[in-house]
């Protein structure tokens, strides 16, 4: 999980317990330890949000990287487990669900899911190799409104527009 905030760069560590901060430029400053893994990260603006692959999402102080607050991840009542990359696109947390072909879209307040992307397809067989894995990518272009997917070990990263059904 990678975000900026301000003027600083976030960068989570999958298993080592620590996220690197950089300036814009990249240049490092500093290193701060958490609390289990980190699978995805991003800000409302103010605040950090991160997930370990539960059904967790942590609040977390940009300056301290202590937890703050904890939204669990519900569609009907039942926790979503699995909660991996993260997005913050217009007031709402867009994440992948692991081992998934779906993108859900998470209510920031109480965790509710509004809804959810079906991606399967996305990628098409021919361009799949051994070693292409799951959907895990995603980027919003708060300028333009665009919304970037990818994957890891994917050779393609698509824009995309949402269609209601």
Same mark, same amino acid.
């Given at each position: 999980?990678?975000?900026?905030?301000?003027?600083?760069?976030?960068?989570?560590?999958?298993?080592?317990?620590?996220?690197?901060?950089?300036?814009?430029?990249?240049?490092?400053?500093?290193?701060?330890?958490?609390?289990?893994?980190?699978?995805?990260?991003?800000?409302?603006?103010?605040?950090?949000?991160?997930?370990?692959?539960?059904?967790?999402?942590?609040?977390?102080?940009?300056?301290?990287?202590?937890?703050?607050?904890?939204?669990?991840?519900?569609?009907?009542?039942?926790?979503?487990?699995?909660?991996?990359?993260?997005?913050?696109?217009?007031?709402?947390?867009?994440?992948?669900?692991?081992?998934?072909?779906?993108?859900?879209?998470?209510?920031?307040?109480?965790?509710?899911?509004?809804?959810?992307?079906?991606?399967?397809?996305?990628?098409?067989?021919?361009?799949?190799?051994?070693?292409?894995?799951?959907?895990?990518?995603?980027?919003?272009?708060? %300028?333009?409104?665009?919304?970037?997917?990818?994957?890891?070990?994917?050779? %393609?990263?698509?824009?995309?527009?949402?269609?209601?059904?």
């Amino acid at each position: 999980g990678i975000t900026v905030l301000g003027d600083k760069v976030y960068q989570l560590t999958w298993t080592n317990n620590k996220v690197h901060v950089y300036d814009l430029q990249g240049k490092h400053l500093k290193d701060m330890r958490y609390v289990g893994e980190g699978w995805g990260l991003t800000s409302d603006g103010e605040s950090l949000y991160m997930s370990n692959g539960t059904t967790d999402i942590y609040k977390v102080n940009p300056e301290t990287f202590k937890r703050e607050g904890k939204i669990t991840v519900t569609l009907r009542g039942e926790a979503v487990n699995f909660i991996n990359e993260l997005e913050w696109i217009d007031g709402k947390i867009w994440a992948n669900v692991y081992t998934s072909d779906e993108i859900v879209i998470i209510n920031p307040k109480d965790g509710k899911l509004e809804g959810v992307i079906d991606c399967r397809g996305l990628l098409p067989k021919q361009l799949r190799t051994p070693d292409t894995d799951v959907l895990n990518g995603i980027a919003y272009n708060d %300028k333009d409104g665009k919304i970037y997917l990818t994957g890891k070990n994917w050779p %393609k990263m698509y824009k995309i527009e949402l269609v209601k059904r």
